[in-house]
C-alpha cells in the first residue's frame, strides 16, 4: 500500500486506529485540531521556499528559516548549519553570476501517518523537481508540530548515513 | 548481454615552444549548460581511427565501413588512415565481398575442430587480381598519370594521402554514409610531426548523412594531410590544388615554410630540414591551421600516445605532459583530449605497447597497457589527473585502430592483433536532438564537451553520471532518492540528468565553500552476451574461483576517483609544466580512489541496471569527479592490485614472438574449449591475444568538475 496515495483523511483514522490499538496517546494533532491543514500549509510553504532558493533573497528568508525546528537534525545538519549553508550560496550569488543552483523541488502529496506524544510526526510526501526532465519520488520524513504549525524536524541522526 | 543500442533514440624547448602558446590564448570549452538550455540527447557509440589498404590495413574502406556500422552496430564512423602516401586502392572492394559460407560466426571452436574450416584461410580478399590490395597504378583509367605529386614515374607509385582522401576515398564515404544512414565521414591518423600518431577530423566540406543532395567534399582533411602530415613529403602543393598551409595566427611557424612546397619541412632531428624540437612545433602550427580553418568542426586526438615512448627533440616519437598542454593552450576547442585507450587489444602485447617499442631501450610509457589503457590515464595521480588537476578540458577516448586479424582473417572471430571498430571498445557520445540532430557536427560537438565515456567488452553500456549541489533544503534521503532515481531515468533512456544545480560528464558544478555534492549514477551492465566468441569461463577470473563465461561479462565494481583542480600551470614554470610520466609536472598527489561501489552497496535493479550515490561533504577545494569500472575485482591476480589498480598487462602477456613463444605467460587458460591460439609452452595454454582482451574489461568516464567559488576556478569549463 503507498500511504501517500491515500487521502490524509483515510490516513488519519488508520492512525489513529493504530495508536488507539497499541495503547499509546494519540497527539492533539491527529485528534483532529488542524493536522491536515498544517500538513498542507507546510507543503505549500516548503515548495514556496524551495523555489525561492534561486535567488539570494529567498536564500536568506525568513520563510526558509521557518520551515526548520529550532532541534532540527537531518544527517549531521542542523538548523544553524543549514542556514549557514544557504547564507554562503547567496553570498557567493552574489559575487559568481554562474554559480549553480541548488535543485529545486515541490512538494506535494503530504500525509501525516503517525505522531508521537512529543507530536513529532511522520510525513509522507512526493518530491517533483520541474527541470527539463521530471522526477518525482516519495519520501517519508519526520516533522514537528508546534502551536499548529509544522516544521522540519529531520532524522535526528548527526552522522551522515550516505 | 545485449550488445548495441540503435539511436532513435616535454624538458623539449619548452621555454621557447611554450612560450608561444602564451597562456593568454586559453579559450574556454562549452558550456556547461544549464538543464532548460539544453537540448535532450542520447549517447551514441562510434570509433574515429581504423585504417583500409589505403594505409596498412587489410581491407577496403567499404568492407570496413561494413563491419563497423553493420556488424557490430556503430552509429558514427570516422574512416581515418595514416598520412603520406600509399599503392593501394581501398576503394575497390573485396571479391567476394561477403565472406564464404556461413557468415560471421565461430561455427564449433568450442567443441571443435579448430581452428573451423570453413573460413577463407587468409580472409578476404579471396580472388587474386581483385580486391583492395591491387594499385592505384593498375586500376586507375590512365595509370600512372593519374596519380599526382612527387614520386617514380614507372611502377606502382604511390599515391600521395591527400589525393586519395580528395579525389577517391571522399566519394565513397560520402555515398556509404548516405546510403546507410549513417553519420560516416572522412579523418586522418596523422603521422605528427615531432611525435607518434593523432587522430583527426576536418569536417568543414564533408556532408554525410544526413546531409543529402549536394555533393560534399574533404578538400581542407586532404590539404591538412599535405601540410602537415610528417610522412607526406610531397612539394607539389597538391598538384593543381596550389596549396599554401601558411597560418594566419601562426606562432612562427611561417617563417619555416619553403617556398616550393609552401609548407614546413623537416621535423624533429638534426640534419637537412630537420631541427630540434621542429617537428612539435608543425604539429602546433596544424593545430592552429585547424583553428583558422574549421574552429568548430575539428578534432586533435594524440592515439596510442604512451605507446612509442617518451618524447625525443630529435625524433619522432611519444608524447610527454607539456606536449598536451601545449596543444590544449593552442586550440582547446580542437585539442580536447587522447586515446588513452588504445586499439590493438588482441595483439601479441596489448595495444602493442612494450619494452623497446621505439628501439632498444625505448620502451612504451608505462611499458604496458594497464587494462588495456595506458599509463596516462590508467595511473591515478598520473598525466591525465595532472592535466584535470589544472581544470583543463581534456578528455578520455579509446579507439580500435583497426588493422588486421593477426593470424585470423577478417571474417573469423578470434584475433591476434586487433579488434573491429564497435567489436570490443567504443566510445559513447552524448549527442543533442533538435536541429543538431545525430550529424558529424554534433557528434564532434559531443566529443569537444566531455560528454562521453569508452568501455571495452560492453562491460557497460549505459551511463548517467551527475553531481548536484545538495539542498539542505530537502530531507537528505529524499534528496539522494530523488538524483538516484534521476540517474536511473536517465540510463533507461539513454540519456543524461537534466536538472538544474547537477552537471554531467565535462561540465562543472559551481558551489558554495561548504556546500555538500551528492555523486548520483546509474550504469546498465547489458545482459545477454557481448561479442566474445568464447563462452568458456574466464580465465582471469577462474584464478579467484569465479565461474564467469568470458562472453558474458559482470560489472564488479566502480571506483570514483577525484583529485582537486589548481588551475592552469603557466608554461614558464617548467618544472611543473613539462616531465616525464611520473614526474611533478605529470602527476596529481591529490587523485586517489574516493569511493568504490559494488553489489554491497549498490542498488541493483531491472534490466542490469545499478544505482548508487555518494556524498561529498562540505566541499572547500576546487576539484573533479571520474568514473572507473571493471568486471575483475581488486586483488585479482596479474590483473588488479588489492586496491583494484589495473596491473601491468606486458608483465601478464611478455614480449615474446607470438608462435614461436618460449616465455611462459601469467595466468593459465585450462579451459578445454581455451582456442589453439593461445601461448603455449610445454603444452600449457596461457590466457593471451584476444582471450585477454576479453578478460579484463574496463570503462572509463570522462570527469564531472566541481568549482568552488572561493577557490580555483575550473578554467577549461566554461
Same mark, same amino acid.
Not at chain 2, 587489444?345 to 588495456?372: H, K, L, M, P
Not at chain 2, 603455449?680 to 582471450?691: C, H, L, W
Given at each position: 500500500? &503507498? ?6 483523511s ?11 490499538a ?35 533573497s529567498?536564500?536568506?528568508s ?6 526548520f &525546528?529550532?532541534? *532540527?537534525l ?30 529545486l ?12 506524544? &512529543? ?33 522540519? *524536524? ?9 | ?11 623539449? %624547448?619548452?621555454?621557447? /615552444? ?11 570549452a562549452?558550456?556547461?549548460?544549464k ?28 568492407k570496413l ?8 552496430? @556503430?552509429?558514427?564512423?570516422?574512416q ?6 600509399? %599503392? ?12 564464404v ?15 573451423? $574450416? ?8 579471396? $580472388? ?62 596523422q ?10 577530423? #576536418?569536417?568543414?566540406?564533408?556532408? =554525410? ?10 578538400? @581542407? ?27 594566419? +595566427? ?19 632531428g ?6 630540434? !624540437? ?5 604539429? /602546433?602550427e ?16 594524440? %592515439?596510442?600516445?604512451?605507446? +612509442? ?11 610527454n ?20 585507450m588504445?586499439?590493438?587489444q ?15 631501450g625505448?620502451d ?7 587494462g ?13 589527473d595532472? /592535466? ?18 593477426g ?6 572471430r ?5 579488434f ?23 557528434? #564532434?560537438?559531443?566529443?569537444?564537451s ?12 549505459r ?5 548536484? $549541489? ?12 530523488? @538524483?538516484?532515481?534521476?540517474a ?7 540519456a543524461?540528468?537534466?536538472i538544474?544545480g ?9 558551489? $558554495? ?6 555523486? +548520483? ?7 545477454g ?15 579467484n ?6 562472453? +558474458? =561479462?559482470? /560489472? ?13 600551470v ?12 611520473g614526474?611533478a ?55 588488479t ?6 596491473l ?13 613463444a ?33 578478460? !579484463?574489461?574496463?570503462f572509463?568516464?570522462? =570527469?564531472?568538475?566541481i ?6 576556478k ?5
Amino acid at each position: 500500500m &503507498n500511504l501517500s496515495r491515500l487521502s490524509l483523511s483515510t490516513i488519519v483514522v488508520s492512525a489513529l486506529v493504530t495508536l488507539g490499538a497499541c495503547g499509546g496517546g494519540a497527539s492533539n494533532y491527529l485528534s483532529g485540531n488542524g493536522t491536515e491543514t498544517a500538513a498542507a500549509s507546510f507543503a505549500t510553504k516548503v515548495s514556496a521556499a524551495y523555489t525561492s532558493l534561486a535567488t539570494s533573497s529567498g536564500l536568506t528568508s525568513a520563510a526558509l528559516a521557518d520551515l526548520f &525546528n529550532a532541534n *532540527y537534525l537531518d544527517m549531521a545538519f542542523n538548523k544553524t548549519s543549514v542556514l549557514a549553508v544557504f547564507k554562503a550560496n547567496s553570498d557567493a550569488l552574489a559575487t559568481t553570476p554562474e554559480l549553480s543552483l541548488f535543485p529545486l523541488a515541490q512538494v506535494t502529496n503530504p500525509v501525516i501517518t503517525f505522531c508521537d506524544g &512529543n507530536n513529532v510526526c511522520t510525513l509522507n510526501a512526493t518530491l517533483v523537481n520541474s527541470d527539463a526532465d521530471i522526477t518525482s519520488v516519495d519520501f517519508s520524513t519526520k516533522v514537528i508540530i508546534v502551536s499548529g504549525v509544522m516544521y522540519f *524536524y529531520g532524522d535526528q541522526s548527526s552522522t551522515p548515513s550516505i | 548481454m545485449s550488445k548495441q543500442f540503435n539511436l532513435r533514440h616535454t624538458a623539449l %624547448a619548452v621555454s621557447v /615552444l611554450g612560450s608561444l602558446i602564451a597562456v593568454g590564448t586559453v579559450q574556454t570549452a562549452a558550456a556547461a549548460d544549464k538543464a532548460k538550455t539544453k537540448a535532450a540527447g542520447t549517447y551514441v557509440t562510434g570509433d574515429f581511427h581504423n585504417h583500409t589498404t589505403c594505409s596498412d590495413g587489410s581491407l577496403s574502406m567499404k568492407k570496413l565501413i561494413d563491419k563497423s556500422v553493420k556488424t557490430f552496430g @556503430l552509429d558514427w564512423f570516422v574512416q581515418a588512415d595514416h598520412g603520406g602516401s600509399s %599503392a593501394r586502392n581501398c576503394t575497390l572492394t573485396e571479391d567476394p565481398f561477403e565472406p564464404v559460407a556461413p557468415a560471421l560466426g565461430l561455427t564449433n571452436s568450442a567443441t571443435g575442430p579448430y581452428p573451423p $574450416a570453413t573460413f577463407p584461410s587468409g580472409g578476404q580478399p579471396a $580472388a587474386t587480381l581483385k580486391g583492395p590490395n591491387q594499385t592505384w597504378v593498375s586500376t586507375l583509367p590512365n595509370g600512372i598519370a593519374d596519380v599526382k605529386g612527387d614520386g617514380p614515374t614507372t611502377g606502382a607509385k604511390p599515391m600521395w594521402r591527400w589525393q586519395e582522401i580528395k579525389e577517391y576515398q571522399y566519394k565513397v564515404t560520402e555515398d556509404e554514409s548516405r546510403a546507410r544512414q549513417k553519420p560516416i565521414w572522412m579523418g586522418v591518423e596523422q603521422n605528427a610531426p615531432g611525435h607518434e600518431h593523432v587522430s583527426t577530423t #576536418i569536417l568543414q566540406g564533408q556532408k =554525410p548523412w544526413p546531409q543529402s543532395g549536394v555533393v560534399g567534399n574533404a578538400t @581542407l582533411q586532404a590539404q591538412y594531410e599535405y601540410c602537415f602530415d610528417r610522412s607526406d613529403t610531397d612539394t607539389s602543393r597538391g598538384a593543381e590544388n596550389q596549396w599554401d598551409c601558411s597560418v594566419t +595566427a601562426s606562432a612562427n611557424g611561417n617563417a619555416l615554410i619553403d617556398p616550393t612546397a609552401k609548407k614546413i619541412k623537416g621535423t624533429n632531428g638534426t640534419s637537412g630540414d630537420n631541427a630540434t !624540437d621542429r617537428g612539435h612545433l608543425k604539429s /602546433l602550427e596544424g593545430i592552429l591551421w585547424m583553428k583558422e580553418k574549421a574552429p568548430t568542426t575539428s578534432y586533435y586526438i594524440p %592515439a596510442h600516445l604512451e605507446r +612509442a615512448g617518451k618524447y625525443d627533440p630529435v625524433a619522432n616519437r611519444g608524447f610527454n605532459v607539456e606536449h598536451l598542454r601545449n596543444f590544449n593552450n593552442a586550440a582547446p576547442n580542437i585539442a580536447f583530449g587522447f586515446e588513452s585507450m588504445p586499439g590493438h587489444q588482441a595483439s601479441t602485447n596489448r595495444g602493442e605497447y612494450r619494452a623497446g617499442f621505439g628501439g632498444v631501450g625505448i620502451d612504451s610509457a608505462g611499458v604496458g597497457t594497464y587494462g588495456g589503457t595506458g599509463i596516462y590515464a590508467a595511473r591515478i595521480g598520473g598525466v591525465w589527473d595532472a /592535466l584535470l588537476g589544472e581544470g583543463r578540458n581534456w578528455w578520455f577516448f579509446a579507439s580500435s585502430d583497426y588493422h588486421n586479424r593477426g593470424q585470423f582473417g577478417p571474417d573469423q572471430r578470434e584475433s591476434t592483433q586487433d579488434f573491429y571498430p564497435g567489436e570490443y571498445q567504443k566510445d559513447y557520445v552524448m549527442v543533442r536532438k533538435g536541429t543538431n540532430n545525430l550529424s558529424a557536427e554534433g557528434i #564532434i560537438d559531443g566529443l569537444r564537451s566531455g560528454n562521453s565515456f569508452a568501455a571495452s567488452g560492453d562491460l557497460i553500456d549505459r551511463l548517467a553520471f551527475v553531481a548536484c $549541489a545538495a539542498n539542505p533544503a530537502i530531507p537528505a534521503a529524499a534528496f539522494k532518492s530523488l @538524483l538516484e532515481k534521476a540517474a536511473s531515468n536517465a540510463v533507461a533512456k539513454n540519456a543524461e540528468v537534466r536538472i538544474d544545480g547537477c552537471a554531467t560528464m565535462g561540465e562543472k558544478l559551481v558551489v $558554495a565553500p561548504g556546500a555538500d555534492v551528492v555523486v +548520483a549514477i546509474a550504469v546498465r551492465d547489458p545482459e545477454g552476451t557481448n561479442n566474445s566468441p568464447y563462452s568458456f569461463p574466464n580465465p582471469s577470473l577462474k584464478q579467484n574461483n569465479i565461474t564467469q563465461a568470458l562472453n +558474458a =561479462p559482470v /560489472l564488479d565494481h566502480i571506483d570514483v576517483i577525484g583529485g582537486n583542480v589548481t588551475g592552469f600551470v603557466s608554461a614558464s614554470d617548467t618544472a611543473k609544466y613539462a616531465g616525464l610520466e611520473g614526474s611533478a609536472a605529470a602527476s596529481n598527489s591529490s587523485a586517489g580512489i574516493k569511493k568504490v561501489f559494488s553489489r554491497t552497496n549498490w542498488t541493483a535493479a531491472a534490466d542490469g541496471v545499478r544505482v548508487m550515490s555518494y556524498r561529498i561533504a562540505a566541499v572547500k577545494l576546487s576539484q573533479y569527479v571520474r568514473l572507473r569500472g571493471t568486471n575483475l575485482p581488486a586483488g585479482t591476480p596479474f590483473e588488479t592490485d588489492t586496491n583494484g589498480n589495473p596491473l601491468n598487462d606486458f608483465d601478464l602477456i611478455p614480449q615474446d614472438d607470438g608462435a614461436t613463444a618460449t616465455i611462459a605467460g601469467k595466468v593459465l587458460c585450462a579451459d578445454a574449449a581455451c582456442p589453439a591460439h593461445m601461448r603455449t609452452i610445454n603444452g600449457v595454454k596461457y590466457s593471451s591475444f584476444d582471450v585477454a582482451a576479453w578478460a !579484463d574489461l574496463w570503462f572509463y568516464s570522462n =570527469p564531472i568538475y566541481i568549482e568552488v567559488t572561493n577557490s580555483v576556478k575550473v578554467a577549461g569549463v566554461k
